[in-house]
């Protein structure tokens, strides 16, 4: 297993000013610490966590060149022209799907695991975030065949460590061909299926992270399953090489 160091009280420092300061030249005289300190660290964290969820998840993998996020913003079509982000982040994805996160990924993406390193805000979780609407419509028609085993998937030790779905993005109305007495209501006003709990300043200095946040994707993995097989991609039993 990768062993992982624990990110230092500089990683976070080096954060928390990059967002009092966020401009290039002030990136530029700080990077050491973001280049030989938060950065490693984050890709050893993901190599980690791929270690354990070998054995976990078999099929959700974490690869340091594609579950890494740029730490540069798209300010293309953004009227925020901060040029980078103030947290780092990694996505851990269905092998047989893309890495993108749901409707950024061309492919529509499939559920999986986060984690986001950010002072004051870190948090780790998963789900699939803003489906596209044919994703969207295919997991709607999942749960709307299987409430019970959809609503299962969401109690228990899920209930116990993260709560509940966040309602980001939740439609007002019930969406066209469902009624308030359909079995699944609950669930058919979602358009984001995605959950997170908190990361403490401790944890994130720990060694035993890794562990930490696999324990965690655990309680959620018949959550996860659940989505990626409505969207026609199976669970594996071991990892494939």
């Known amino acids: 297993m990768t062993r992982f160091p624990g990110f ?69 079509f953004s009227k925020d022209k901060s040029p980078y982000k103030t947290h780092v982040a990694a996505w851990f994805f269905h092998r047989r799907a893309g890495k993108g996160v749901a409707s950024s990924s061309p492919d529509g993406g499939a559920a999986g695991f986060y984690v986001h390193v950010e002072p004051g805000g870190s948090f ?5 975030w803003m489906p596209m609407r044919p994703q969207l ?59 997170e709990r908190t990361l403490t300043t401790d944890e994130l200095a720990s060694p035993k992270l890794p562990d930490r946040v696999v324990k965690d994707f655990v309680k959620m993995l018949p959550f996860v399953r659940f989505l990626n097989q409505a969207l026609g ?9």
């Open 8 to 76: 230092t009280p500089a990683d976070l420092r080096f954060l928390a000013q990059l967002k009092r300061h966020n401009t290039k030249a002030w990136f530029a005289a700080n990077r050491d610490v973001y280049d030989t300190s938060l950065k490693p660290r984050l890709a050893t964290l993901v190599e980690a966590i791929d270690d354990r969820l070998a054995l976990a998840a078999p099929e959700i993998v974490g690869d340091v060149k594609r579950s890494v996020f740029r730490i540069h913003r798209d300010v293309r």
């Open 124 to 128: 780790c979780g998963g789900g699939m």
């Open 137 to 195: 419509l295919r997991i709607r028609d999942a749960i709307a065949a299987k409430p019970d085993v959809f609503a299962a998937t969401l109690k228990g030790p899920f209930a116990r460590t993260f709560g509940a779905l966040s309602t980001e993005a939740m439609l007002v109305r019930m969406p066209r061909g469902y009624e308030e007495s359909h079995p699944a209501a609950a669930w058919m006003r979602y358009q984001s299926f995605t959950a």
């Open 233 to 241: 991609f199976p669970a594996d039993e071991r990892r494939v090489v």
